[in-house]
């Protein structure tokens, strides 16, 4: 089974700044992952897909990068409605969820 | 609008059975493989099974391997989870989700583009 793991597990950032999230793999999956945004009490919603296309309707602040066994969520300029919980899945094998990332304020 | 509404959770002792339901409303449900993913209380995301648009292929986390069974009715727009011989750490939030294909250059990508809101299911005595 493919493993996922995602750095950090937590990290606190203010309004307007640069946020990057990474997910590793623990094997190659080429380009098959995928970003989910999870609010509390909510469900997730999907942010990117094949690692770097932005899902429709998603802003542009979002863009993901990456192949292989690594990959990177970036936040361009954080905004209060970013505050969330961001998980990595890969999709090349069945489906295997990281284990996420809580943005909160600093 | 694209919805899906998930129902039948609730509370059952260790051992008993459950059946989810999920409705879906807005699309060709008919056209899309269709997931569930659950959450345990405070935990992350665990995807749980897969059935295919027509129902002929179906893959499970092995978690519930032979207790789960994924099936769909897509006569009436509508995907089910039989849940057997539940275990305390079938305890989760229980959602239903969209699989959507992407295509580019390189190849099909699976992503979950539509969620439902999720339906608590609690295993204790």
């Known amino acids: 089974d493919i493993q996922m793991t995602q750095s950090p597990s937590s990290l606190s950032a203010s309004v307007g700044d640069r946020v990057t999230i990474t997910c590793r793999a623990s094997q190659s999956i080429s380009s098959y992952l995928n970003w989910y945004q999870q609010k509390p009490g909510k469900a997730p919603k999907l942010l990117i897909y094949a690692a770097s296309s932005l899902q429709s309707g998603v802003p542009s602040r979002f863009s993901g990068s990456g192949s292989g066994t690594d990959f990177t969520l970036t936040i361009s300029s954080l905004q209060p409605e970013d505050f969330a919980t961001y998980y990595c899945?890969?999709?090349?094998?069945?489906?295997?969820f990281g284990p996420g990332t809580k943005v909160d304020i600093k | 609008q694209v919805q899906l509404v998930e129902s039948g959770g609730g509370v059952v002792q260790p051992g008993r059975s459950l059946r989810l339901s999920c409705a879906a409303s807005g699309f060709t449900f008919s056209s899309y493989a269709m997931h569930w993913v659950r959450q345990a209380p405070g935990k992350g995301l665990e995807w749980v099974a897969v059935i295919s648009y027509d129902g002929s292929n179906k893959y499970y986390a092995d978690s519930v391997k032979g207790r789960f069974t994924i099936s769909r009715d897509n006569s009436k727009n509508t995907l089910y989870l039989q849940m057997n011989s539940l275990r305390a750490e079938d305890t989760a939030v229980y959602y239903c989700?969209?699989?959507?294909?992407?295509?580019?250059?390189?190849?099909?990508?699976?992503?979950?583009?539509?969620w439902g809101q999720g339906t608590m299911v609690t295993v204790s005595s």
């Open positions: 899945q890969q999709s090349y094998s069945t489906f295997t």
């Open positions: 989700a969209r699989g959507r294909n992407y295509y580019d250059s390189s190849g099909q990508y699976d992503a979950f583009d539509i």
